[in-house]
């Protein structure tokens, strides 16, 4: 019988030590889940095997011993593992040895019960399989979580294949919680301990980041409150501070330190990229220094340069002489104002001889200064740029200045020649309301102004020649300055991280997408869809007030009760017994304040109109198809009910009595209007009398009797209400039986009525 | 029906009014129209010798341009001394200084407010400039052509011609531009003479002919017309004697331009007069005789 030993493959460089595990006897395999390192106590091995089981239910014992160590101290710690067994008794032990640095593993797996079955082997073949711990939790291919009452069921049909090495694993997660750096009585080995070294050092350099950033922002407002104290803000220093280049890229050098050791904690991802973008161009500024550093100061090329510098200046003075002698000729063919072009010229020469001396002056400093100057390179290429920027401005001076005067001298002169030309014709700028006005000059003035005219005019080409070509030395060493502070500026604005991201991340670089809203559909009160079933039973007063919205509410409480039904079923079950309390309490409300309105007048005539109400009110009870059979009906009348009511009064009564009783024609009026299509089919009789009578009956009850319950009155017209709907729906249709049976009943309420309009 | 016979039986007469109806078509031309023709209203009748005397004024212009021309060839040509011409040119100015007074008793320099000493300040100033900037002026036109300069030096003499103050008020007058005109064609010129004394002198006396001579001759002509003549026919014969010597063939075109100028325009001028006809008459544009500068703002 071979024993399938699965082992972690995170466990295969740890000490020896126990191997606990889980023992599946049906497909006789055992997986380890751990290694259960020196020194240990035993009880309390056994209290956290015992916990493990309690809590994850998996059969979590000793399965054997794990020897990594090599091959001398062997044959001591294989007695000492022998020994073992005794303590944790399990059958079968195994026995799994590795010498360290080697390759060589041996398996074994012993049964202690070997006497009692003599007839087999007492060691089993081992088939060791590794297997990796951390992708097998990850991998979820366990089964999900069930009921306790089916996991025996689920274990059982699970034995079969490696769902039961993944359920094993993916169960033991309690046994995972501690390993061996942590304080406890045991200390375990298995995939969590893998990584905690890497994670400590990450942990205590995060803690240690903290003080240290608060220690670098302290030290830069420290140098920039010095540098931004009063002394640095008088004239000759701010005025160096703003020429000379590496002052500037210092400052700017200032400004990404402070951003980058801030504590501030950045509000936006475009500051944070921001921030990472200034880390890593400062790193490449001073890798790429020290690089130059190396360079500079490897071969003494230092000594090289400073060699070579010395007559650099004395080849450009040279030329330059060579330049000011062809200007003081005849350059380019050009015919110049010979004494200027004199004065000029000795002036300039002049300048050059006194560069020269001051050249010469500091060339045995020249080594030493280009020394110190390449430290600089410590600080970053940039600051060595700046510098070797500043380092060409000062070899350049000369140029410079000679620029500045013909520059200066340029500009005089075309001032003064637009001055002088509005002179010559007479006019002046006038300076209050800034434009030209005639003016009328003195003799003298106009005398002096023409003759300086004249000598400015005639002298503007020399001038204009040395301003020209002093312009264009000064443009070319600009050109030198531009190329260097673009390569610096490169430096220090070259986005590398965003790059990096972009090359190797780009989904970081995307911004957060926004969050879906949940939108709950608005879904109506399910109230509005009960009236229709409630009206069913209610009378006729309670159902009068709820009529109006009977049909769109109806229709849109249905809509929502289907959306309910198709979504949520708790939501509709819930719903439901609350509305009827609020429904019922309505109603009764309504029907206390109709009765009210009922009580409450005094004349018979505002039961006109209470009448007409309930009798309007009645209509809604049909329903639409109903309503529009009786329009229709009303629209064909050939003939004009009222005289046909007042006929029928005059056949039944005297004819003094006709004209007291006029008000009773508009009763009879709203009486035809909501019947019209009953009147062809049957007598006059009948279609007046029958729901005149029930409405009357209830007006005329009304102020008779003073019984103060109210809840019996309203059960009582309804129950006459029943007849009377029932009856109308028969006289709908052309039964010639129908209203022979209910001629008697209006007759004797409409008797009744009499002798109360006649005490009136 | 009872105007008409009568007017049949009257001769009404034509009237030149709008507000009355009369018997007449709109296009009836009275016979009395052209009695109304006028001829020449506005015009001025021009004496010969008057114009003559008016045009005294260009001759001096011109002799003066001429004058100067010619010392500066003489200075040139080296056939003048420096010294000479200055000591002359300042004598002249201090007598034409004293008879700038004389002539009107004192009475301009009272009413100009200008006092002696803010006089000799100024001749002060223009014999200091001058000395100071003359080196330069020697120096000044070395590198450009000669014949550059002189053909700055002639239409800057022109402008100045045109552009002088004959006493007419005409748009073109600038008599600040004409004088710096003057002065730049004299310094142009003065840029070709050998010495930085010469250049001096040069500029001094254009000063004096451009400046100085005009002032002196205006207010002659205003005083005492006789002597202007005087002068100025004075002034004429040196001018024509000056460039007599240099060039014959100059001296006498110089002649006729002046002789064309003062006896042969105004008897021109004169004769044409006689054939202007400016016609006058009912057909003339509405003139409005009221000062209408109350309703500007």
């Known amino acids: 019988m071979v024993l399938k030993a699965f082992f972690p493959t995170c466990c295969v460089s740890t000490d020896s030590g126990l191997l606990v595990g889980r023992w599946v006897p049906e497909q006789s395999s055992a997986v380890v889940l751990a290694v259960l390192h020196f020194p240990f106590i035993p009880i309390q091995v056994k209290q956290l095997l015992a916990q493990v089981r309690q809590a994850s239910q998996v059969g979590v014992a000793v399965l054997g011993t794990w020897c990594h160590c090599r091959q001398e101290p062997e044959e001591s710690l294989g007695r000492f593992l022998e020994s073992l067994g005794a303590v944790f008794p399990h059958e079968p032990w195994l026995r799994l040895c590795r010498e360290r640095g080697g390759t060589f593993w041996s398996c074994e797996a012993t049964h202690r019960q070997a006497p009692t079955a003599p007839g087999a082997p007492g060691e089993d073949q081992v088939m060791l399989i590794f297997y990796d711990q951390r992708q097998v939790l990850l991998s979820q291919l366990h089964l999900p979580t069930v009921l306790p009452d089916r996991q025996a069921g689920a274990t059982t049909a699970s034995t079969g294949g490696l769902a039961a090495v993944f359920d094993t694993v993916a169960r033991s997660e309690v046994l995972f919680r501690s390993d061996r750096f942590d304080e406890g009585p045991v200390r375990l080995s298995h995939w969590q301990s893998e990584g905690v070294e890497a994670s400590i050092l990450a942990e205590l350099a995060r803690r240690a980041s903290g003080p240290i950033c608060l220690l670098l922002a302290s030290l830069l407002s420290l140098v920039s409150a010095v540098s931004a104290c009063r002394v640095f803000k008088l004239w000759p220093l701010s005025f160096l501070g703003s020429k000379l280049s590496t002052c500037e890229q210092l400052r700017h050098r200032l400004e990404h330190l402070t951003l980058i050791f801030s504590t501030r904690k950045a509000e936006n991802p475009a500051q944070l990229m921001r921030k990472a973008n200034t880390v890593a161009s400062v790193l490449l500024d001073v890798a790429l220094g020290l690089m130059l550093l190396s360079w500079l100061h490897g071969r003494s090329r230092i000594g090289h340069l400073a060699d070579a510098l010395v007559p650099v200046a004395d080849h450009v003075a040279e030329e330059l002489q060579h330049l000011l002698q062809w200007l003081m000729g005849a350059p380019a063919g050009l015919k110049m104002n010979r004494a200027l072009d004199q004065v000029l010229g000795r002036f300039f020469l002049y300048h050059i001889h006194l560069w020269i001396s001051y050249i010469h002056l500091m060339s045995p400093f020249v080594e030493h200064i280009l020394w110190h100057v390449g430290l600089s390179a410590c600080l970053g290429l940039t600051v060595a740029l700046s510098l070797l920027s500043d380092i060409i401005a000062l070899l350049t001076f000369h140029i410079y200045c000679f620029y500045v005067y013909g520059a200066r001298l340029y500009c005089l002169k075309i001032h003064g020649l637009s001055s002088l030309w509005r002179l010559f014709r007479g006019k002046k700028w006038n300076v209050l309301r800034q434009r030209v006005d005639s003016c009328s000059y003195d003799l003298d003035q106009l005398f002096i102004g023409t003759l300086l005219f004249t000598i400015l005019l005639f002298l503007l080409p020399t001038t204009a020649l040395y301003y020209l070509v002093f312009t264009l030395l000064r443009l070319l060493v600009v050109a030198v300055q531009g190329l260097i502070h673009l390569l610096v500026d490169l430096i220090n604005s070259l986005p590398l991280y965003s790059l990096g991201l972009r090359l190797c991340r780009p989904y970081r670089l995307a911004d957060k997408p926004t969050a879906l809203q949940p939108r709950g559909a608005h879904l109506p009160p399910p109230q509005l869809w009960l009236p229709p079933q409630a009206l069913l039973g209610r009378p006729v007063p309670q159902a009068v007030p709820w009529g109006a919205h009977l049909p769109l509410e109806a229709e849109r409480g249905q809509a929502g009760l289907r959306e309910l039904l198709a979504r949520l079923a708790p939501p509709h079950g819930h719903s439901q017994p609350s509305a009827l309390p609020g429904w019922h309490q309505l109603s009764w409300r309504m029907s206390c304040a109709l009765w009210t309105l009922l009580c409450a007048p005094e004349h018979g005539r505002p039961c006109y109109h209470t009448l007409g109400l309930e009798v309007i009110g009645s209509e809604q009870m049909w329903g639409w198809p109903a309503r529009l059979a009786a329009l229709h009906h009303w629209h064909c009348l050939p003939w004009d009910p009222l005289p046909t009511c007042c006929g029928h009064h005059g056949g039944e009564h005297s004819n003094p009595r006709c004209p007291e009783h006029c008000p009773m024609p508009t009763l009879c009026t709203q009486v035809q209007r909501v019947r019209p299509p009953q009147q062809p089919q049957v007598e006059g009789w009948s279609p007046w009398g029958l729901p005149s009578g029930s409405a009357l009956a209830v007006g005329v009850e009304g102020p008779c009797q003073d019984e103060p319950p109210s809840p019996r009155h309203p059960l009582a017209p309804s129950a006459e209400q029943h007849p009377a709907s029932g009856g109308l729906k028969q006289s709908l249709t052309p039964v010639p039986s129908g209203p022979g049976p209910s001629l008697p009943e209006p007759h004797g309420v409409y008797l009744r009525m009499f002798p109360g309009e006649v005490a009136l | ?297």
């Open chain 2, 1 to 297: 029906m009872y105007a008409q016979p009568v007017t049949n039986t009257k001769e009404v007469k034509w009237q030149k009014v709008l507000y009355e109806r009369q018997p007449f078509p709109d296009n009836y031309v009275d016979r009395r129209f052209l009695e109304e023709l006028r001829k020449n209203i506005h015009a001025r009748k021009y004496q010969y010798w008057a114009v003559v005397f008016e045009s005294s004024v260009v001759i001096q212009q011109l002799c003066s341009v001429c004058v100067f021309v010619v010392i500066w060839w003489y200075m040139d040509e080296g056939l003048l001394a420096p010294h000479w011409l200055l000591g002359t040119g300042l004598a002249s100015s201090l007598i034409g200084y004293v008879l700038f007074d004389l002539i009107d008793g004192g009475e301009g320099r009272k009413k100009s407010g200008q006092t002696r000493w803010a006089d000799l300040k100024s001749a002060l100033v223009f014999i200091t400039f001058t000395y100071g900037f003359s080196p330069v002026l020697k120096t000044l036109t070395e590198s450009v052509s000669t014949d550059t300069i002189y053909a700055m030096s002639v239409f800057m003499l022109l402008g100045h011609l045109i552009f002088f103050d004959y006493g007419a008020n005409a748009a073109i007058v600038s008599s600040t531009l004409s004088l710096n005109m003057a002065i730049f064609a004299s310094v142009c010129l003065a840029s070709r003479l050998p010495r930085s004394l010469h250049a001096f002198i040069m500029v001094t006396f254009a000063i004096q002919i451009f400046a100085l001579w005009p002032m002196l001759q205006k207010k002659l002509k205003a005083c005492t017309p006789r002597s202007y003549v005087g002068v100025t026919l004075l002034f004429a014969f040196s001018a024509v004697g000056g460039l007599l010597s240099i060039s014959a063939v100059g001296a006498v075109l110089f002649a006729l331009l002046l002789m064309s100028i003062s006896c042969l325009c105004p008897f021109y001028l004169i004769r044409l007069q006689l054939f202007k006809e400016n016609i006058h008459g009912p057909w003339d544009e509405a003139e409005i005789k009221e000062d209408l500068s109350r309703f500007l703002s």
